[in-house]
């Protein structure tokens, strides 16, 4: 009898650990990963360039610049931490 509560107590922790596991797994796809890499991000524009503002929504950001050629709207996906679109403004 004492043999079967042993076994019945390790089967329980198994069972918990498992689903710990699996949670955390799935915590780890589904929501990692949303920032940039090394948690910076260079925008590799000219010198003499502003921002005028920022902006999230949707898995995107978007970063209204100012530049000496006229305003954009840079998109920037945060997980991989590019820019993915330019939008020329006033064109």
């Known amino acids: 009898m004492r043999g079967l509560k042993i076994l019945v107590a390790v089967m329980g922790v198994l069972i918990v650990a498992g689903t710990v596991g699996l949670a955390v797994a799935l915590v780890q796809k589904l929501g990692g990963g ?33 530049r000496p050629d006229g305003e954009r709207v840079l998109l920037v996906d945060p997980r991989r931490g ?10």
């Open 34 to 66: 949303n920032a940039a890499p090394g948690g910076a991000l260079a925008l590799r524009q000219p010198e003499g360039t502003a921002i005028q503002g920022v902006s999230a929504g949707d898995g995107v950001v978007a970063v209204w610049v100012r």
């Open 82 to 91: 590019t820019v993915t679109r330019e939008i020329r403004l006033g064109e």
